[in-house]
């Protein structure tokens, strides 16, 4: 495919309506003439991002020498697809869409993201976007903050136009294993405070967006595991266990194997109950998956996720057989999520008798 030459508007310097065509187009192929206005754009970073120079061809008597054919060049920031939002941020511009690879990533790997951004207004002056990977209890493992707009000059951007920015957040190799908030804020190049945001449908205002999870999974290994498929809801399969040994007054090591189906819709908290011939809970263990590190929305369709809960045995235990159930429930509500064994019968009571124990003789 083709597009007709934008040798007119280029030589009239009209720089914004030829970045603008460039935008849209986003051709595989570029030729480019030796004047000004050529001589900007291609030195614009939106530019040098995408395209490098693959025949040079030079005449001293030409005036519009050299003249250069540009060829698009694919990279890591093509991969995965475009996710529609629309946050406003302090009025002045709109996040409309992102998306970000890899979201399974190797400690060291870098995580490429780009932002989708609307002017609403004239851009009058920079501003600082800022990226943090945040584990779940609030540690920010890598982060990166990017002078905007990046692509291209201020002036250039139109009320109206999106124009696309890419960030590379570099991770690095002693990151620990688990899943991390991806989050974006914004604030003025010489402010402190966070620029407000605002979703559509939504009147809270925030001072950043999420823009989803980036997963560095642990190993897992379920080899010696006892198969199980236990269905809870029609999303999380409880693939197999392990139980140690149980010894009164020392732990009771539970490590459980999970598989979501689909992505889960919600953060369940995850139940261990040692329970005795009477119904009465002796021991117990409540946590998000992964001592909280790996959180069930961030979980991968088909990733098998090795779950570990350690109960304190109480040392005067009576003898006699004690059932461990299972069970996931909002740690906001307390209602649990219905279970299904490996019979496909429903667990009424919303646990699952996963095995049982014998203290004593």
């Not at 991002?49 to 040079?56: I, K, N, S, V």
């Not at 490429?112 to 600082?128: N, S």
């Not at 250039?156 to 190799?173: A, K, S």
């Not at 019979?343 to 004593?360: A, D, F, M, Y």
Request: proline fraction near 9%.
């Amino acid at each position: 495919a083709t597009v007709p030459a934008m040798v007119k508007q280029i030589r009239d310097t009209n720089i914004e309506d030829v970045y603008e065509r460039l935008l849209d187009l986003a051709p595989d192929y570029i030729v480019s003439e030796g004047n000004f206005a050529w001589d900007y754009i291609t030195r614009t970073i939106w530019f040098q991002d995408r395209y490098q120079a693959t025949e040079h061809f030079e005449n001293g008597y030409a005036p519009d020498s050299p003249v250069i054919v540009w060829e698009y060049s694919p990279s890591p920031f093509d991969e995965g697809d475009q996710e529609g939002i629309r946050a406003v941020v302090d009025d002045r511009f709109a996040l409309v869409g992102y998306k970000f690879e890899p979201k399974v990533i190797t400690p060291g790997d870098d995580v490429f993201l780009t932002l989708y951004l609307q002017a609403l207004e004239p851009v009058d002056h920079g501003f600082i976007t800022t990226i943090h990977l945040s584990a779940p209890d609030g540690w920010v493992w890598s982060w990166r903050e990017e002078q905007m707009p990046r692509s291209l000059p201020g002036q250039w951007w139109e009320p109206g136009q999106v124009i696309p920015e890419r960030i590379r957040l570099p991770t690095t190799e002693d990151i620990p294993l688990g899943a991390y908030d991806l989050q974006v804020f914004w604030r003025a190049g010489d402010g402190k405070t966070n620029w407000p945001v605002v979703r559509d449908g939504d009147d809270n205002v925030l001072d950043r967006i999420f823009l989803g999870y980036v997963v560095a999974p642990p190993p897992v290994d379920a080899g010696q595991a006892t198969p199980l498929n236990a269905q809870f809801a029609d999303t999380i399969l409880l693939d197999s266990f392990e139980v140690s040994p149980a010894v009164p007054g020392e732990a009771l090591d539970v490590t459980l194997f999970w598989e979501a189906q689909s992505p889960p819709v919600e953060n369940y908290t995850v139940f261990v109950h040692l329970v005795d011939e009477d119904g009465r809970v002796v021991a117990a263990h409540d946590g998000m998956p992964a001592e909280n590190r790996f959180p069930m929305q961030a979980w991968q369709p088909g990733q098998l996720v090795s779950d570990s809960h350690r109960l304190d045995l109480p040392p005067n235990m009576e003898p006699g057989v004690y059932k461990v159930n299972v069970g996931l429930y909002l740690l906001e509500t307390g209602e649990r999520l219905a279970v299904w064994d490996a019979g496909g019968v429903e667990q009424i009571e919303r646990s699952l008798p996963l095995t049982t124990v014998k203290i004593g003789d």
